[in-house]
């Protein structure tokens, strides 16, 4: 009998460990393991991130989070020269993304334009500098600005800069190799967040030929082509051999 009731009570053990083993698996098992914090600091629950600068939004799209935008724009990350960019400007009061649109199967290629407090007119840490991405094609469309000698694809300004851009289309090939394709060709223009549209000033987009001063060419408003052309721009058709990156044209953006 004695015997009977110790195997009864060591069983009753083995049972009540089972059970707190069984629970405390389903415990680890509902544990969110992706879960991440929010680690904004009060004041920045409506700051403009990194992601909605970057120089590849789909065009036209709106951010989400930011119908009424904020005066405080945080930069992460770090900058085209290795610094740490993580501040934030006190505001922001436009960006323009150029598109230099080619025929699949190519690359397009795009150009971001900012104005923000804190930035400059010259190369620091929050532009980016140039760099190609294709696709398995190997050849890309290029549209940069121009700053001395430095080429950037994303361009911060002062705030209220009236400084005149200087960009250049070309195309590029992987292999350094010349490019010959046949493709339309387009600069398609956004103000991908809502809202940060350079305030009151007129942007105007025109080409120039650098080799011929008495060249002319249309100048578009940009803010018309946004609103009335979907922001296209159509150029001329890119036909016979290109050298790669070396441009074949030449515009400027000017602010008034």
Excluded at 93 to 99: M, Q, S
Excluded at 210 to 225: E, I, L, M, S
Aim: net charge negative; proline share 5%.
């Amino acid at each position: 009998m004695q015997i009977k009731r110790g195997l009864r009570f060591y069983s009753l053990v083995v049972i009540f460990i089972a059970a707190i083993l069984a629970m405390l698996l389903i415990y680890l098992i509902n544990i969110n393991p992706t879960k991440v914090t929010d680690n904004k600091k009060p004041g920045q629950e409506n700051s403009v991130s990194l992601n909605n600068l970057n120089h590849f939004p789909v065009p036209g799209e709106k951010t989400p989070g930011n119908a009424t935008p904020s005066t405080n724009v945080s930069l992460g990350g770090a900058g085209a020269y290795g610094g740490s960019s993580q501040h934030i400007i006190t505001s922001a009061l436009g960006k323009l993304e150029i598109i230099n649109k080619i025929d699949a199967p190519y690359t397009s290629n795009a150009c971001n334009i900012v104005h923000m407090d804190g930035a400059t007119e010259g190369i620091d840490d929050d532009d980016h500098v140039y760099g190609a991405m294709f696709n398995p094609s190997n050849i890309a469309a290029k549209v940069i600005s121009k700053v001395g000698s430095t080429e950037l694809d994303v361009d911060l300004r002062p705030l209220n800069s009236g400084a005149t851009i200087n960009l250049e289309l070309s195309l590029v090939s992987s292999s350094g190799d010349p490019v010959s394709i046949e493709s339309e060709n387009e600069l398609i223009l956004s103000y991908p967040l809502e809202g940060y549209t350079f305030d009151s000033s007129t942007l105007i987009l025109q080409q120039y030929d650098p080799d011929d001063a008495n060249a002319v060419y249309p100048a578009y408003n940009v803010t018309d082509v946004i609103d009335n052309q979907q922001g296209i721009i159509t150029l001329e058709n890119i036909t016979g051999s290109h050298d790669s990156e070396v441009p074949y044209a030449y515009f400027t953006l000017t602010f008034s």
